[in-house]
Structures are given as C-alpha cells and as structure tokens.
C-alpha cells in the first residue's frame, strides 16, 4: 500500500535550516508529484510547493519562495524540503503528499519542526 | 483564492446529521476537496471533484456544490467520525484550504 514516511521532528535555532525527508513506497515513485504542506499551529494549511521526481521540475507557493527547496533521490524514492533562515514563523508541521487530480490522497504522518533558540 | 470554512466548532452525538459549509472567494468550479484529520493518523482524503467519494470513503460521508458553495454532510455520524474536516480548492494556484472544523462530542 502507498506509504508516506518522513523523518523526525527537528529543534533548530533561529536563523539555521532544517531539511526533512519523505520516503515514498507502495507505488512508482517518479510517476508522482510530491507536495509539501504546513500547518502551523492551530491554524490551517498552506501548500508550499510541490515536485516531479521524474524531471526534478518544480513549482512554489510565492510566499515560500527563497525559503523552502524541494529536491528528490530517485534511487531511494525519497523527496526532502529544506527550509532557510529559520524564524518562529517556520515553526509548524509539514506534511509531504501525493496529488491525486488536484487533491491529495496520501499524507505523512507530519514533521514538527521547532524553531527556537 | 479565498475558503471560509463554517461553522469553526460543531457538537453533536452519534446517530446525528451534520453539515459544514465551504465557500469559495471566486468559482472554484468543482475543484474542491475535503479532508478528515485525526490525531496520530494520517490525514485522510474523504471527497473530491465537490463530491466524488474517495475509495474507502463510507457512504454516510456526502459532497455537494459547485461553484463557489460546497457542503459536506455526514449522515448517521459513527464514533470514529470525531474529528477535524478541511476543505481544499485547488482550482488554480496556489492549492487553499478552509480553517477548518471541529467536529465534537456533544
């Protein structure tokens, strides 16, 4: 079955980045989009971005340009989201998921990033 | 685009109907999605295309609208369907989502 599986939750210092991983199984990898969302928290949810691992394409959210960079390995069928210049703001949740005709029809479990010093 | 998710807080008791309310800042035609988050469980795709139930969905779960009103009625709501619901338009970009519902215990 389709499973999403991203790495731990990350404490990091104001103005440091953090990159967090999503390993993709249960379905070809390179036939997907992966998106990245976040929540921060008790707020609702922002699409950040989104990219082919086939091409490496990718398209963002203007409000996370320069800030988040989307990347994949294909040989591992993994997707990672680094996030710069960290503030309280980039303190949240980020889910990876699969677009599914515009929706998404699967989820990470969720990364929790913690910006603090 | 704009989604504004009502009501924010819903109580009700199992066996109940319930609606949530999903409007959209400009026709989003049918591009809309709802989604169910639980805690410790991956958020779960339930409807998309306004009302197209996703495989596995129950059928108790219902989507309607166009345009720029959607509704998402639960019919019958069982204990596990406690939860927070979101809706998605993803029209154009970038993808919005409402602020959400709580679904709760009355």
């Known amino acids: 079955q389709v499973k999403l599986l991203q790495s731990g939750a990350a404490l990091v210092k104001p103005g440091a980045s953090v990159k967090m991983s999503c390993k993709a199984s249960?379905?070809?990898?390179?036939?997907?989009?992966v998106s990245w969302v976040k929540q921060s928290h008790g707020k609702s949810l922002e699409w950040i971005g989104e990219?082919?691992?086939?091409?490496?394409?990718?398209n963002f959210n203007e409000k996370f340009k320069g800030k988040a960079t989307l990347t994949v390995d294909k040989s591992t069928s993994t997707a990672y989201m680094e996030l710069s210049r960290l503030t309280s703001e980039d303190s949240a949740i980020y889910y990876c998921t699969r677009p599914y005709y515009g929706s998404y029809d699967y989820w990470g479990q969720g990364v929790m990033v913690t910006v603090s010093s | 685009v704009q989604m504004t998710q009502s009501p924010s807080y819903l109580a009700a008791s199992p066996g109940e109907s319930v609606s949530i309310s999903c409007k959209a800042s400009k026709s989003i035609s049918n591009n809309l999605a709802w989604y169910q988050e639980k805690p410790g469980k991956a958020n779960k795709l339930l409807i998309h295309?306004?009302?197209t139930l996703q495989s596995g969905t129950p059928s108790r779960f219902s989507g309607s609208g166009s345009g720029t009103d959607f509704t998402l009625t639960i019919r019958s709501l069982e204990s596990e369907d406690f939860a927070v619901y979101y809706c998605q338009q993803y029209n154009e970009y970038p993808d919005t989502f409402g602020a959400g519902t709580k679904l709760e215990l009355k």
């Open positions: 990219i082919y691992p086939n091409s490496g394409a990718t």
């Open positions: 249960g379905y070809t990898f390179t036939d997907y989009w």
């Open positions: 295309s306004g009302s």
